[in-house]
RNA sequence: GGAGCGGUAGUUAAGCUGGUUAUAACGCCGGCCUGUCACGCCGGAGGCCGCGGGUUCGAGUCCCGUCCGCUCCGCCA
């Protein structure tokens, strides 16, 4: 009985014939990629996740042959044994496009493993369809060459970062995934435990706690690739599921951490990009990233920062404008302007636009004036009112000129950042203020750390404060007195890393003294029962000698798709979700039967379909 | 929880102020074509216009509701 040609196994793949084979008899496995018949001589392009190789079926050679192989359609899976041939000795034409375009396989046998049906979009990168039609058909969606990239540079990625850790000394070591419930943070997926009733267990949004005992515990160096789960509402950039590269180091100070992350980051780019990225990164305060570009995670890769103009507002009076005059009166509000150069032709109608853009992100309406030859304002009702000393004022803190359209924001300042710091970003993208390749990989990089973070954040809705980063982080050297007296001005020792305007990367020093530990949760407002019950594990791991410590957890995902090029973490996980947490391939999350709840001493409370 | 955009052959879209039999491209099927490779030419099949209700003589089109996908705000220590 004759080798199948599973059994011979394939001799190369679908990238490597070259003209240096010719003459070789050869087998390959793949996909029909597409399959033409030119006068009864068969052409098939067979596609493996290396590239594409020719086949020829010479119907003088074998005309049975010749006519399974017209039956081949799409994606049909198959293998084949043939000859390499010249294209231009056979009386054909090379394609420069492939690196095989030289050289085709005249087949002398085939194999048919399997048959498929149309496949609902093809296996191209340039077909469109509805992200949808993809995840419900990932299989196919997954053979795209664009797919299979950006899966292949993940793992280049996931490789960099273990070989350069690994050379710093840090080792990887796992923790639990089934973890305590902790309150406050992000909200977290219950998971019930048969065999304690009434129990559950969390999915880890962070292994935080796990890392920091490895410190106390005297592994020093610690890192691991890891999927943490966090209950939220879902974003482009945001997966309920997703992957951390998790460090953490004794004997840190913020240099040091971010001095290796500089290093990994420096890796990644030369293995997904063979680019080379100057170190040290730029640094910036949160006060300073707030106040210039209203986000905290700043694109620097274009201009459009904002002015504050509370004081010259205030110093008028409101300059003739009543609504100025009003919002000022408020302790709290304060007035910002960003400027739409002349340059950017944007007509009245796209300025007034931007009104319901701002208004979808909570603002109430968007002040707006055009500068005019002699810088008096049009285009609105301000520039009757405005005297032409705060005019004057506005036109040069602005640094607008003639042509140029102001935009106002005022009232609370979070949300005059929120929705400056969006439009600024939905004009990048209106107007095309920063360049990507054909992949949609941005020209441009722009990284920068984010410093001297508030310790807490004041949390309205409960009157208190909350930790802004968690509750581990260590207040800047000298505030921790004001932990009591005044926590809004303390300052953290956390950072985050932004680029192109993500944030791609966390971290902190943290608190690795019992009394300073103390402070904080009494600041949170955390009785002394609760930081027993809630966080007893810790503090009583540190009572025994805990080094100073501190790390970061990098946004693994956010990192692939950047250097993907892309807008979505989908593009760049195999099975994502969507926006509402479903998977259109699996069907989950689905209901389960009564008695399986029953099992889980759990009651659905959820209304019946 | 809120705002916006979208849903029409397998796929991507067109379909105006409501009016015969819902178009096109790609794909699919068949035939032709001495060498294709975005092949070309000829022919063909393919539709609960997301779903439900309403207005109307008449709805893909207008109205209400609902489901799904995407973007943004809230949320994400």
Known sequence: MSTTLLERQRSHTCNQLTKAD??????????VDSNRDHHG?????????????????????????????????????????????????NGGSPNPRLPTGE???S????????????????VEDKIETSEEKRLAHRTVDLRRPRMQRNLIIRHKLMQAARRYLDGQGFLEMETPLLVKYTPGGARNFLVPSRLNPGKFYALAESPQLYKQMFMMAGLDRYFQIVKCFRDEDLRGDRQPEFTQIDIELSWATERVVQTLVEGLVADM?????????ER???????????????????????????????DIVKKHQGGGIKLFADVVATPGNIIKAMVIEKKREMSRTEVDKLEDVAKGMGSKGVGRVRLDETGQWTQGPFGK????????????????????????QLGKASLVHTVLGGLRLHLRDKLGLVEHDEHGVSKQWKILWVTDFPLFEYDEIGKTHVAAHHPFTSPQAGHEDKLTSDPGSCRARAYDLVLNGNEVAGGSIRIHDGAVQSKVFTALGISEEDRQRKFG??????????????????????????????????????????????????DAPTAVSEAQLKDLFIASTAPQE
């Open 269 to 277: 780019f030369k293995e997904a990009l063979g680019v080379t990225v």
């Open 41 to 89: 001589r068969i052409f098939i392009d067979l596609r493996d996740r290396y590239g594409i190789t020719q086949l020829v079926f010479k119907p003088e050679l074998d005309a049975a042959l010749r006519d399974r192989a017209h039956q081949l359609g799409r994606e049909y899976c198959v293998g084949i044994r043939g000859v390499v041939e010249d294209r231009a000795a």
């Open 537 to 586: 594990f810790l503090l009583e791991a540190m009572k025994y000698g805990c080094p100073p410590h501190g790390g970061i957890a990098l946004g693994f995902d956010r990192w692939a798709m950047l250097f993907c090029g892309g807008t979505s973490l989908r593009d760049v996980i195999a099975y994502p979700k969507t926006q509402k947490g479903t998977c259109l391939l699996t």
């Open 107 to 122: 087949a002398v046998e085939l194999a048919l493993f399997n048959a498929a049906e149309t496949p609902p979009f093809l």
């Open 385 to 408: 009112a405005v005297t032409p000393e705060m005019r004057a004022e506005v036109n040069q803190a602005c640094g607008a000129k003639a042509g140029d359209v102001i935009l106002f």
């Open 103 to 105: 050289v085709e396989i």
């Open 22 to 31: 010719l003459g070789k008899e050869v087998v390959l496995m793949g996909w």
């Open 280 to 310: 040290p990164f730029q640094r910036m305060s949160y006060d300073e990233a707030m106040s210039r570009f209203g986000s905290d995670k700043p694109d620097l890769r274009f201009a459009m920062e904002h002015t504050d103009l509370t």
